[in-house]
């Protein structure tokens, strides 16, 4: 799976869809350029939450808010103080941690113990073994579940607050090591804040200091009212944004799964006080069906209800993905209460509460929030497309199964010799089809390659021009993932293609 994972990476290099940021010199941690085929694909996502959010939804509008906020907002939002990740570091290795991760790492390693022994035991008993029975009866299961299950309380409990020794303390006593040096030699643990932060302005009696903000949400919660007066939004309704976010992260891995400029689609639902627990489930069940709607398979996805509720929530979920790395949160969908919009009250001095027609009171909404990554996204779907095929000739083709819709070149035209005409007639064809969707134009090496380069950058659909086509005006249209190949009229190319395309 790890082999896996470093293929997709490699890929999307290779392909233009993800570069390391400031390549030539050496890169910037954690940070990445979208290329040529990535951006496409990116911009398809991002469509096609968009739409699910603002077109299919008559009380859902988007706005799109700067990047720089009053600092005040962070203030209020509890982001100054209390946006942060408990850090450590090893002292032989010099790298940096964060405690959670590494107790959390040590809890899974404890199920993956658990699960170990399950599948041991099913391969000795066959068909009569009984999982329920097992986990019960099992000495060996039942001290893993014992350790495992004290760990957790213990770690649960550490959060709280968060009590930095504690999780110092966690970790000796597991006996945690350093992956890379392999040894003990731990720091205390210590809180760092992962906003970014810069200067604003350059008066003689000095400047501001502004962050860069963490997350999108804030620029719609001090819109909402502005939003909801010029729109005559009635309560229900929603805001939608999409846009950069920034996180100093400590540690910096896997890829795209956990960058320091990303960005997110986040859609805030404001309900009257008292209905969230009820919006809740309604938004959790929109949300999967719009993930299961990909054709990726129930199978891989599941929800992470939380245990342990930030200050602000009430109920919190992940949808999760199968990454090839394991399950890892893709969306948070949270009910926030009206901690947000109250403490915007507060801290701004000014009264933003919704004066509700049907029932003549005025109340602060509460809120249930919808936030996921295009990148996580990006990646979830670059994971679960990318293929390695064996051929019947023995060869290996990479496929990358995009769901047509996403993908970045929706049609690849080939002249099938550089000359007769061919060309030209080619080119005609893209200057007709280009209004319709995103077209691209290859003469260069055999059908066979550049079959094969349409491939590894998910194109659905190839058309050859041959010279009957110069005759009988028809092309070979050649489906990308049965690779089978169809004679079509140049003139349905156009209503064959669109719809399986379009978001
Ligand atoms: P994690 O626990 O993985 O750090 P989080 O719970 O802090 O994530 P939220 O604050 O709920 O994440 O952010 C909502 C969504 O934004 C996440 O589900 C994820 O898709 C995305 N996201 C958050 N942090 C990052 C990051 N550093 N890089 C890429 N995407 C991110």
């Not at 280009?434 to 380069?453: A, L, V």
């Amino acid at each position: 799976q790890e082999d896996v994972f470093k293929k997709i990476v490699s890929h999307c290099k290779e392909y233009g869809f993800v570069f390391p940021s400031s390549e030539i010199y050496d890169g910037l941690g954690a940070v990445y350029d979208y290329g040529q085929n990535g951006v496409e694909l990116k911009n398809n996502i991002k469509q096609y939450w968009w739409k699910a959010m603002t077109m299919l939804h008559e009380n859902i509008v988007g706005i799109d808010s700067a990047i720089f906020m009053h600092p005040t907002i962070w203030k209020a939002s509890g982001h100054v103080d209390a946006f942060n990740d408990p850090l450590i570091d090893n002292r032989d290795s010099k790298k940096r941690y964060r405690a959670d991760v590494l107790i959390e790492d040590q809890i899974a390693k404890y199920d993956e113990k658990i699960q170990k022994e399950v599948e041991k035991a099913r391969k000795r008993f066959g068909d009569s073994f009984d999982e329920a029975k097992y986990m019960e009866t099992s000495e060996r299961v039942k001290e893993a579940k014992e350790k495992r299950d004290n760990l957790h309380a213990r770690y649960a409990a550490a959060m709280q607050g968060p009590d930095l020794e504690a999780l110092k303390q966690i970790i000796l006593d597991e006996e945690i090591v350093d992956p890379i040096s392999g040894t003990k030699n731990w720091t205390d643990v210590r809180q760092f804040n992962l906003m970014f932060s810069t200067e604003m302005g350059a008066s003689a009696d000095g400047s501001m200091k502004v962050y860069l903000r963490p997350e999108t949400a804030q620029g719609i919660f001090v819109n909402y009212l502005n939003v909801q007066k010029t729109g005559r939004m009635k309560i229900p309704f929603g805001i939608a944004q999409i846009g950069k976010a920034f996180r100093n992260e400590i540690v910096a891995r896997q890829f795209i799964f956990r960058m320091r400029e990303f960005e997110q689609m986040e859609m805030q639902f404001f309900v009257q006080p008292g209905t969230e627990l009820e919006w809740f489930p309604k938004w959790k069940e929109t949300r999967m069906k719009w993930h299961l709607a990909l054709g990726f398979g129930a199978e891989n996805y599941r929800f992470h209800d939380h245990e342990k509720l930030a200050h602000y929530a009430n109920a919190a979920t992940d949808i999760e993905f199968k990454m090839p790395f394991g399950f890892k949160e893709v969306e948070g969908i949270h009910s926030r209460t009206n901690f947000d919009l109250s403490q915007h009250e507060k801290f701004s001095g000014k009264s933003i509460k919704y004066f509700d027609p049907q029932t003549n009171e005025s109340y602060t909404p509460y809120v249930i929030e919808t936030s996921i990554g295009v990148d996580r996204m990006f990646l979830s779907i670059m994971c679960h497309a990318y293929c390695e095929e064996k051929l019947e000739n023995g060869e290996t083709r990479v496929v990358l199964k995009l769901p047509a819709a996403l993908a970045p070149v929706k049609l690849a035209v080939m002249p099938l010799v550089k000359k007769d005409g061919l060309p030209e007639k080619a080119r005609e064809i893209i200057n007709d089809l280009k209004f319709h969707f995103n077209c691209q134009y290859d003469e260069k090496d055999s059908i066979g390659k550049r079959y094969r380069r349409q491939d590894a950058i998910g194109t659905p659909y190839c058309v050859t021009v041959d010279h009957d086509t110069l005759n009988d005006g028809c092309v070979t249209l050649r489906f990308r993932d049965t690779m089978e190949q169809e004679r079509v009229k140049i003139s349905d190319l156009a209503s064959i293609i669109e719809d399986k395309v379009s978001i």
